[in-house]
């Protein structure tokens, strides 16, 4: 099954049609054991990865290449395990005391995870699914944290990325679900057996999110020699020659850098400006980082979508109806506008921000599931109306199944119009109650490389737009 799972990565090739409702997310602390910090990058004000460097995330010279194809047929127990992790192979053997370093390296991350980030050894620790999403979080926070320009990854924190997610990843490998296979024994008998294969979500989402992330490190690697350079805020003296055409730029307003990105480095072009090719291959880049961003994005509201709802989340919301959660005004409208026009309402209430935004979305979801709730409830008086239920369609003129339909309509045009929304409250709860270690990761990851793929965008637009800045000017 390992090699089955290797060659499915390997040979995957991106298919995926995103949704253009997919929803984004946010990153929030997902445990009380987990603390996060403000980073200064650009990443961490759009996606959902705020988060500590993990001590799971600690730097280590002993580690070389990922490991080849050619690796699988190592018979040792320890050597296989290393060669599905990335670790070294010398020319003649691997050394045994390089081997046993990175073996004891390999062992202290794992028992890291197995004690649900206490390292007390109580038992007060996280479940597995939380600490692995964490772990992932914290190792995307110390790849690329820092990295806010278009060049290359760094070459360790590139081995580094590739290492550590080939280990958290490995568990993958035994998540299998059973299903009959008919197997003709020598005599010509013919038996249904059960036989183990990769489960359905992890067979689809995992290889298409390998691509995802080979394709994104491919973008920055194709930033390697560049027309455009970057400069700090006033780091630049006013004798340089480039100081010129840095400072012409800065001083014009820039829509796509806004006041909370003041700490990102500025990208700069001569006074000519770019030259076509270098525009092109920009623009071809852009399109391509934005697609990646779509699927992860797509993949990422599925595993949502599939993760159970918590009962604390829906012991928290109102008892009696959703209008608590929306409010008088929304809650006329929704209920009074015989064509009922979620554009038309989100316009009239003159959104000014982004957490203003993400602060109806909550309360529209909230009172969707409210209503959804009520329903259920409605049509449950006797078992006769669950029958009548399974055997016919939902009253559709019910008022609370209209409201929730309408709140769901109204909630999939916000997160349309800001598509760099952060993670609801809801969303929230799944990931911190999320006991599925499948899910967990596939979340996580998801998640890391749509914040990746967003982060390119804007930092291909920012050198496009002071281009354009650049030859307005002339």
């Keep these: 099954m390992d090699s089955s799972t290797s060659t499915s990565d390997e040979n ?56 080849s194809p050619s690796w ?30 990175e073996l004891e390296l390999m062992k202290e991350r794992f028992s890291k995870l197995l004690l649900g980030e206490d390292m007390s050894g109580s038992g007060k620790g996280v479940c597995t699914a939380v600490t692995i999403s964490n772990a992932i979080t914290n190792l995307y926070a110390s790849v690329f944290g820092q990295h806010q320009r278009l060049e290359p990854l760094h070459p360790e924190k590139k081995l580094m990325w590739k290492r550590e997610m080939n280990c958290l990843l490995s568990v993958c490998d035994y998540i299998v679900e059973f299903s009959p296979t008919l197997q003709t024994l020598k005599d010509g008998t013919t038996l249904e057996v059960m036989t183990s294969r990769p489960r359905s979500d992890i067979y689809i989402n995992l290889p298409a999110l390998r691509k995802l992330d080979a394709m994104l490190l491919d973008i920055l690697d194709s930033f390697q020699v560049t027309e455009f350079w970057y400069a700090e805020q006033g780091s630049m003296s006013g004798n340089s020659t480039r100081s010129g055409s840095f400072r012409r730029i800065v001083v014009q307003p820039q829509p796509q850098r806004k006041e909370e990105k003041w700490w990102l480095p500025v990208p700069c072009v001569s006074p000519d400006g770019l030259s076509e090719k270098s525009k092109k291959h920009l623009q071809q880049k852009r399109d391509c980082a934005y697609q990646i961003h779509k699927a992860a994005m797509a993949i990422n509201s599925a595993i949502l979508a599939e993760m159970q709802i918590p009962e604390s989340y829906m012991a928290s919301l109102p008892k009696v109806s959703g209008k608590a959660s929306v409010g008088e005004t929304i809650y006329r409208y929704m209920y009074n506008a015989e064509k009922f026009s979620p554009d038309y309402l989100l316009d009239s209430l003159n959104i000014s921000s982004e957490h203003e935004a993400l602060e109806l979305a909550d309360k529209v979801e909230a009172s969707m599931y409210t209503w959804r709730r009520k329903m259920c409830m409605t049509h449950s008086k006797s078992s006769w109306d669950m029958v009548k239920d399974l ?5 559709r003129t019910d008022k609370n199944h209209v409201l ?18 952060s993670q609801t409250t809801l969303d929230t709860s799944k990931i911190q109650y999320n006991k599925d270690v499948g899910q967990a990761v596939l979340e996580s990851y998801s998640r890391v490389l749509e914040s990746l793929a967003f982060n390119i965008v804007a930092w291909i637009e920012d050198v496009l737009f002071v281009d354009k800045t650049m030859k307005n000017q002339e």
């Excluded at 995926?16 to 650009?42: G, R």
């Excluded at 929730?404 to 929304?421: I, M, N, S, V």
């Design 72 to 101: 699988r047929g190592l018979k040792s127990p320890a050597r296989a395990a290393l060669s599905r992790l990335g670790m070294r192979q010398h020319k003649h053997g691997m050394d045994e005391e390089v081997m046993d370093l």
């Design 404 to 421: 929730a339909e309408r709140a769901e309509t109204l909630l999939f045009c916000l997160k349309q119009r800001y598509p760099e929304l």
């Design 12 to 67: 995957y090739e991106l298919g995926y049609q995103p949704s253009p409702s997919s929803v984004d997310q946010t990153d929030q602390s997902l445990t009380d054991t987990t603390s996060c910090s403000i980073l200064s990058a650009d990443s961490f004000a759009y996606c959902r990865t705020n988060s500590e460097a993990s001590a799971f995330s600690e730097h280590t010279d002993s580690f070389s290449e990922i490991a």
């Design 391 to 395: 055997m016919s369609d939902v009253d």
